[in-house]
């Protein structure tokens, strides 16, 4: 694994290595000294073409806990919004020395675009591409959900998937990179996901995703949920018609408190709300959804660093990037050593 | 080149055992311009002779639907890289499309986009004039100028724009008419298209980019095929891309509608799978289909529905490439791969001959613009504008050794059958052993060319 | 064969009387194991120790200590999930602790290992107890209580199985063997 750039070519065993490894940076956290020195020396570069302050400190949180040095690039207000290409941007990046680049981009594939070509020879992480993916987004929410399926379970979360579990995720598919970042994922750890959404911000092609499609979020419920996921939807959405208006929206798709009490006498008393931030309450979820003990919004984001720090500890600690300097002889047996005896 | 002053038009050549169309092999002699002769054994009489023992002989192909970008874009194309490239790729006429800066919308730009492709020198250059003005989409452009003009222009676009509002598009038809033209429309509906960057369906759905929906190409085709039945006119489709086009022109053409349709070499291949890699060079406008397209736009040229090939050749700085797939310029180059292209997807695979490849790279397109001594038969007394092609030559294609500037050909690295060998232009072997000869040099007054510079020439 | 089962065995009860007769008694002991060999290895010990001193609770004495995200060669090792760190029930503030592994080499393991234990609490004392010395050190580092001394040349491997970790045709094994490498 040299990049990541999506969770659709994420592999079950990479996927548990992720969380697993992030199971053991949560455990950092909760240490007196939360710091590690695991990336001394290493630059860490968070190039972000959309604002996203969220993300952006999450992953600089996460890279500093692992004693990266940080260089957070803004394209607004830097030569990149005086038409500097992403090309050139890449390539003074890579001429500083950047390890890693974290990318948030309002454009679907740039990262991919900056891993398959050799603009830059660093580790690429895609932190939310146009409408395409956010691969540490669905970690986390994973994450969350395996530690939420665990314990019900009474089992150990390392080295597990999501076998079984239902998962329902309501809102604006067409435009969001969470769903479609979150249903890949969600297959591969085995849960079976339904998508919640009024057909108009449902993306054609959406009967070929491994998963179901609903446009009833009653009758989604009613047959039991494990993880209900609601979706940010954007405001300026309903200026082009995708639906009629917001309260229309809020009491058809919306995560309100009647479904909240409706979750009570259906009998789901372990199903959790999840959102990836930032809420818009009374539009697609309620405030008494939001703050209920349901909800995990704020683990997720508590998550998210231990997530983001796995993500950077795997790809820049793997023997992937530069022809190692190791001879036999002398220069660092001691590589061999662990090797050998472990 | 000036300085390489050829015998234009004056000199004699014998292709000998050159397969024509295909069929047995025969001799051609060339000589003052045109086919002086066609049969066996003929005579050398000190004419040059080509041995042609493997190759086949095709009327000079003529593209319907190019870019050369000048005036105004000299950095991605230019008449003389464009032509040249044209030649290399088995052409001997090609319509150079109106969206140039300035917009070929008046009887100046035409006439100076003639002047160029004479001066030049490499194949014939027909300008296509702009519907409307500045492409803008709201006043005729002086249609009727162009048509006069020295550029004698038959085919008006406003390619690359769609003219969607639908009087327009019904009074173009109407106008046209009074000089035998023909109103070349890309079809696709602005709104239904906004902001589109790749075809609406499954890859589209997972890679988050915003979707072109064929039917915004297939509802404009349908009002365009009735709209040319009512008002009696000649209608051409531009780079037809779906199975639902397909469909409605095989409709409109059993009702007698006078419309003509047109695919690209890309169209004929490639599919919307290859937008998974996010490489801009894959993107295209209108975008690449699914395989099911494919099929239906091999099965439409090979039953007539589709007229003709082509090739869009769109050439881009790569700067307009080497960037995030949202901001890249729509557009590949095709020129010097249509004829492979065509070889591989139509011919390989049994749907065609060598005879329906002439029709639509030649006959037909010379046809719809109303080019009298273009896609003419192979026959004595007829234009001497041959292109001589070796089908069984592989190549792989490397676009940095190409002659148009354009570096975004989407088949690079891709090996394909069928390589241009010669070629005849007015007589004129601007193409030989499959490397630029000389070009072909206009008479002074016939190339127009402005003052005295005329005589360097 | 440079270790069989019984040679292990012994090995193992020598150092566990090493380490109460240098700390005279179990009082304060803490065992911390360097996974993954390192761990079972101070499981035995901890078992051998409380055999002696019956006052001690085995389970309570015994952590296990993660190194990998202190480790100076990260480039170079595989891409795993670092194994958990769990202290010892009594911590390790103020306590003996015996950092445990198979093999002592370059002795960088064992840097990262003190780095790791700073992070994590302040021990009064840091001792190291190690199956196999093999030599080739490439720190200022010694072990307080050594299994075996193994002169190698840096060509070979030393191989450690132990039932808690490894087989042999899926049979449990508990023996050090030396390799030459390929």
């Not at chain 1, 939807?233 to 009491?251: C, D, I, K, L």
């Not at chain 3, 270790?3 to 911390?32: F, P």
Request: with cysteine.
């Amino acid at each position: 694994m040299k990049h990541l750039l999506s969770t659709e070519d994420l592999s079950l065993s990479n996927a548990v290595r992720i969380l697993d490894t992030a199971e053991e940076m949560a455990a950092v956290g909760e240490r007196e000294v939360k710091k590690l020195p695991t990336l001394r020396g290493r630059t860490v570069v968070n190039l972000f073409f959309e604002d996203s302050t969220r993300t952006r400190i999450s992953f600089e949180a996460a890279a500093k806990r692992l004693s990266a040095d940080v260089i957070n690039f803004s394209a607004k207000g830097s030569s990149v919004s005086k038409g500097e290409s992403l090309k050139d941007t890449a390539q003074t990046l890579s001429a500083m020395g950047a390890d890693a680049v974290v990318i948030r981009h309002w454009a679907s594939g740039a990262p991919h675009r900056l891993a398959a070509t050799d603009w830059i020879d660093a580790a690429v992480i895609n932190a939310g591409d146009g409408t395409h993916e956010h691969p540490t987004q669905a970690l986390l929410d994973a994450f969350t959900m395996r530690r939420h399926w665990s314990k019900l379970a009474g089992t150990p979360s390392a080295g597990a998937d999501l076998t079984g579990m239902r998962v329902a995720i309501a809102g604006d598919v067409l435009h969001s990179r969470v769903a479609r970042s979150n249903v890949w994922l969600l297959r591969t750890l085995g849960a079976e996901v339904t998508l919640v959404a009024p057909p108009t911000l449902l993306p054609i092609g959406v009967e070929k995703w491994p998963c179901s499609v609903s446009y009833d979020l009653d009758a989604t419920l009613a047959r039991g949920v494990d993880a209900m996921m609601m979706l940010r939807v954007q405001g300026e959405r309903m200026n082009a018609s995708f639906f009629p208006t917001t309260r229309e929206y809020s009491r058809r798709w919306g995560f309100d408190d009647n479904r909240l009490r409706a979750l009570d006498t259906l009998g789901f008393k372990d199903t959790i709300i999840m959102h990836p931030g930032p809420m818009n309450r009374g539009l697609e979820i309620s405030s008494a959804a939001a703050d209920s003990p349901r909800s995990t919004v704020l683990a997720q984001v508590r998550n998210g660093v231990s997530i983001r720090m796995a993500a950077l500890y795997l790809l820049l600690s793997g023997d992937t990037r530069e022809p190692a300097v190791r001879t036999n002889s002398t220069s660092s047996p001691s590589a061999h050593a662990t090797k050998e005896s472990h | 080149m000036a300085s390489q002053q050829q015998d234009a038009g004056t000199g004699a050549y014998l292709i000998r055992g050159a397969a024509i169309l295909g069929g047995a092999p025969e001799d051609l002699l060339i000589r003052d311009g045109i086919i002086a002769e066609r049969g066996q054994d003929l005579s050398a009489d000190g004419a040059t002779v080509i041995e042609a023992a493997g190759l086949v002989a095709l009327p000079g192909m003529v593209d319907i639907h190019t870019h050369l970008r000048e005036p105004g874009r000299e950095d991605a194309e230019t008449v003389e890289t464009g032509t040249r490239a044209a030649a290399l790729g088995g052409y001997t006429a090609v319509h150079a499309m109106a969206n140039s800066t300035p917009v070929a919308d008046t009887a100046g730009v035409v006439e100076q986009v003639l002047t160029l492709g004479r001066t030049a020198g490499w194949v014939d250059v027909r300008p296509v004039g702009a519907v409307t003005v500045g492409l803008a989409g709201e006043q005729l452009a002086e249609l009727g100028a162009m048509a006069d003009s020295r550029a004698r222009v038959r085919v008006f676009s406003d390619d690359g724009i769609c003219v969607h509002d639908p009087v327009l598009m019904r009074r173009a038809l109407e106008y046209v008419k009074a000089f035998d033209g023909v109103v070349a429309q890309h079809a696709q509906e602005p709104r239904l298209t906004a902001g589109a960057q790749m075809n609406e369906g499954e890859v589209s759905a997972v890679l988050g980019l915003t979707g072109w929906p064929a039917v915004a190409e297939e509802s404009i085709i349908a009002r365009d095929v009735l709209l040319a039945q009512h008002v009696g006119s000649r209608l051409h489709v531009c780079h037809v891309s779906t199975a639902g086009s397909v469909e409605i022109i095989r409709w409109a053409k059993s009702r007698g509608v006078n419309v003509t349709a047109e695919v690209t070499p890309h169209h004929l291949w490639l599919t919307d799978e290859l937008a998974r890699s996010y490489d801009p060079v894959y993107k295209v406008n209108p975008p690449l289909r699914t395989d099911a397209d494919v099929q239906a736009l091999r099965a439409a040229l090979a039953d007539g529905t589709i007229d003709v090939v082509g090739t869009d050749h769109a050439p881009h700085p790569s700067e307009h490439k080497e960037c995030e797939w949202a901001q890249a310029a729509m557009g590949m180059t095709g020129l010097e791969t249509a004829l492979s292209v065509v070889q591989h997807t139509m011919i390989e695979t049994g749907l065609m001959g060598w005879a329906d490849f002439a029709r639509v790279t030649s006959t037909a397109p010379a046809a719809i613009g109303r080019l009298t001594d273009q896609g003419r038969p192979l026959d004595a007394g007829e234009p001497a504008n041959v292109t001589l092609v070796d089908p069984a030559a592989r190549w792989t294609v490397d676009p940095s050794k190409m002659a148009t500037m354009g570096r975004n050909s989407p088949f690079a690295g891709r090996e394909l059958p069928g390589k241009v060998v010669a070629m005849f232009f007015k007589g004129h072997p601007t193409v030989l052993d499959g490397k630029l000869n000389t070009p072909y040099r206009w008479l002074p007054e016939q190339a127009q060319l402005p003052g005295t510079a005329a005589a360097g020439h | 064969m440079v270790l069989n089962q019984a040679d292990i065995d012994r090995a193992l009860t020598r150092i566990a009387h090493e380490i109460l007769e240098s700390n005279k008694g179990s009082q304060d002991l803490a065992l911390l194991g360097i996974p993954r060999r390192g761990y079972p290895l101070a499981v035995r010990l901890a078992a051998k120790i409380a055999a002696a001193d019956p006052t001690v609770d085995p389970a309570a004495i015994v952590g296990q200590l993660d190194v990998t995200m202190f480790r100076d060669d990260l480039s170079h090792q595989a891409m795993r999930p670092p194994y958990p760190t769990q202290l010892p029930r009594t911590g390790i503030d103020n306590k003996v602790v015996v950092l445990i592994d198979d093999v002592l080499y370059s002795g960088r393991t064992i840097r990262a290992a003190l780095d790791a234990i700073i992070d994590l609490g302040r021990p009064r004392i840091v001792r190291l107890a190690v199956l196999i010395d093999r030599g080739h050190r490439e720190l200022p580092i010694r072990a307080d209580h050594v299994g075996k001394n193994l002169p190698t040349s840096s060509a070979e491997k030393v191989r450690v199985r132990l039932e808690e970790t490894d087989s042999v045709d899926g049979a449990p094994v508990n023996e050090v063997v030396i390799e030459a490498t390929a």
